[in-house]
């Protein structure tokens, strides 16, 4: 069947605008990974747009010798694998039982997971009762709050529906415990929706600034975003480079502009190469989860 002129003339601007977004969202991470890989001084003469022009590693080296960003890479590899896993486990132990009728005040479970998604407190006491609790300056702090996170909930709760009872049935004749149908029958047969989710969390968990910037005042506990972010507020290099025992600041090899390039690149790197082994659970496992309310 032959396209009509109108139908061709939209397939091709949409094409186009899509080839554009692509270039807008493709080439910033483009040229901020040509001038960390190009030597420092090089770089501010300008004029490097797609490739390093001049090849160094050197932004690279300075990055790895600063003890404080492996320390706070250190501290968002720990609240993203932790994160994730403690997360994943305690949003679906909750979204099992929500998924079950018979559950007592079931109801009003749910409606204290909706009604948050749409009102909450404020920072401010949001804020006193992370103090209260004694998470300021803790490393748990990271962790605790996100346990649960009610569009995951629902998420994992639409999916639980429709597993077939009588596969739950059958293992409770078998002498199954609840638990042990959580774990041995309904986890493996989630496999899209949990990794779709374990996907959120982690991105949420890597790219997250905020919980450091608000509830830490010791920075040896800030996650690299939160470094990320003050290290290019900073308007002092000198003290920077140093930090690092840095012996080619005498050779002038690089600036505090391509360190901090050579910061963002290895920030976003790991989630960058994650992701391609997670996407094909990703649409799955949201449309499953969502063809049910």
Request: hydrophobic share 55%; glycine share 6%; aromatic share 18%.
């Amino acid at each position: 069947m032959r396209r009509k002129p109108i139908e061709t003339a939209f397939n091709w601007a949409n094409v186009l605008f899509m080839l554009f977004v692509i270039v807008v969202c493709v080439y910033p991470f483009v040229y901020i990974l040509a001038i960390s890989f190009n030597d420092g001084i090089d770089a501010q003469r300008g004029g490097i747009f797609l490739y390093p022009r001049k090849f160094s590693l050197e932004n690279y080296k300075t990055v790895f010798k600063n003890q404080s960003i492996m320390r706070a890479y250190g501290v968002t590899v720990y609240r993203t694998v932790i994160g994730t896993l403690v997360g994943l486990f305690f949003n679906a132990l909750a979204a099992f039982a929500l998924a079950k009728n018979h559950l007592p005040m079931r109801r009003i479970f749910y409606y204290m997971i909706i009604v948050p998604m749409y009102f909450w407190g404020g920072l401010i006491p949001f804020f006193i009762v992370i103090m209260k609790l004694g998470l300021l300056n803790n490393l748990l702090v990271y962790i605790i709050p996100g346990l649960y996170v009610p569009y995951y909930m629902i998420l994992l709760i639409s999916f639980f529906k429709q597993i077939p009872a009588s596969l739950e049935d059958s293992a409770r004749i078998d002498g199954a415990s609840e638990f042990l149908i959580f774990w041995a029958l309904v986890i493996p047969v989630s496999k899209p929706v949990l990794a779709a989710i374990s996907l959120f969390l982690g991105v949420w968990h890597w790219n997250d600034w905020y919980d450091g910037y608000v509830y830490m005042s010791n920075s040896t506990l800030w996650p690299i975003q939160t470094l990320l972010l003050n290290i290019i507020k900073s308007s002092d290099s000198s003290s920077f480079l140093k930090s690092s025992g840095h012996f080619f600041l005498r050779r002038r090899k690089v600036t505090m502009e391509s360190v901090k390039m050579a910061t963002i690149i290895i920030s976003v790197a790991p989630i960058i190469m994650v992701y391609p082994f997670l996407q094909r659970y990703f649409v799955k496992g949201i449309m499953i989860g969502s063809l049910k309310g």
